[in-house]
């Protein structure tokens, strides 16, 4: 493998596991992140002010952010509701979460997994007909602090519905940071995605990376400085840090299109925006780490 594809997800997936910080800050850490070279950046999520706080000021984010021509921007959606609010907004790429452990999915979405399988069934000719891509995001694709092991069947059953409605893309995402390399062969022996979502809880966010690519996938999301998690899933704090993983995969000799000194820039103006340090060991080991 020559290249991967990261998608940065810090001004969401990030920041909605932070405290709340003004708009103004968001809009800079979008903005640094665009001239990075990053391809994809999922930039916001349309949901209730009462859910996410953190994510009450997405549609004057996305107003004020610069919209880099070379960079695809994502929106994150819970219902029809925020779909329309997406598709309003100028999105044409739309992301939307079902748990497979039916417990997470009703403390994160206060329904069950069935229940949300039908509301995106019914989502995907709204997205569709407005010219938008939905992608299914499978939450607790690789354990879950409520139920423990997800089966990897379970997972499968519930990509095979979703794009029998005609989902554009699937994405698995390690929830909980339960994943270890023998859970992604598992659940890949079993069924692919289009990407993966690591979390670094447990320290074995950059394994799980490795092991994926040694199975073919090519795409990854990952979040500057290491910042987010789930607000739902407890314990489930630290993204796996996109500079350690562009480190990770330069060092390789694997293209990602990203300026890693750049990157470690933005995670030094994250850690300001935050006030607080922030969990990337590329971060605080210094120049040594910042391959050309």
């Known amino acids: ?3 991967v594809s990261i998608r940065e997800v810090a001004p ?26 990053v391809g994809r950046i999922e930039a916001v999520s349309f949901v209730h002010p009462k859910a996410i706080p953190q994510m009450a000021d997405a549609d004057e984010v996305w107003a004020r952010a610069w919209h880099n021509p070379d960079v ?11 779909a329309q609010r997406a598709i ?4 044409t790429e739309i992301e939307v979460v079902v748990s497979a452990s039916d417990t997470h999915n009703r403390r994160n979405l206060n329904r069950s997994t069935e229940e949300s399988l039908d509301d995106i069934g019914a989502l995907i000719p709204l997205v569709h007909e407005a010219g938008a891509t939905l992608e299914v995001i499978v939450a607790t694709s690789f354990g879950c602090p409520f139920e423990g092991d997800i089966d990897p069947k379970r997972v499968a059953g519930i990509v095979e519905r979703v794009r ?15 994943g270890t390399p023998r859970r992604v ?14 979390h670094n809880t447990r320290g074995t966010g950059l394994a799980n990376i490795l092991t994926a690519l040694e199975l073919g996938v090519a795409e990854f999301d990952a979040s500057v400085g290491g910042i987010g998690g789930c607000p739902y899933a407890p314990g489930a704090s630290g993204n796996v840090a996109t500079e350690e993983v562009v480190h990770m995969l330069h060092d390789m000799g694997i293209d990602t299109g990203i300026d890693l000194d750049n990157l470690i820039t933005v995670a030094e103006l994250a850690e ?10 590329v971060l605080r080991a210094g120049p040594r780490t910042r391959l050309v």
Do not use: C, W
């Open 12 to 37: 969401r997936d990030g920041l909605q596991n932070e405290a709340p910080i003004p708009t103004d800050a968001k809009v800079r850490l979008i903005d640094a992140l665009s001239r990075t070279g």
């Open 272 to 281: 300001d925006l935050l006030g607080k340090t922030l969990p990337s060991g």
């Open 185 to 198: 062969r598992d659940l890949l022996s079993e069924v692919r995605p289009d990407l993966l979502h690591f």
């Open 72 to 82: 695809r921007y994502s929106a994150l959606i819970p219902n029809t509701r925020g």
């Open 1 to 3: 493998m020559t290249s």
């Open 88 to 91: 309003a907004a100028g999105f």
């Open 164 to 178: 029998a409605d005609g989902a554009d893309r699937i994405a698995f995402g390690d929830t909980t940071g339960m």
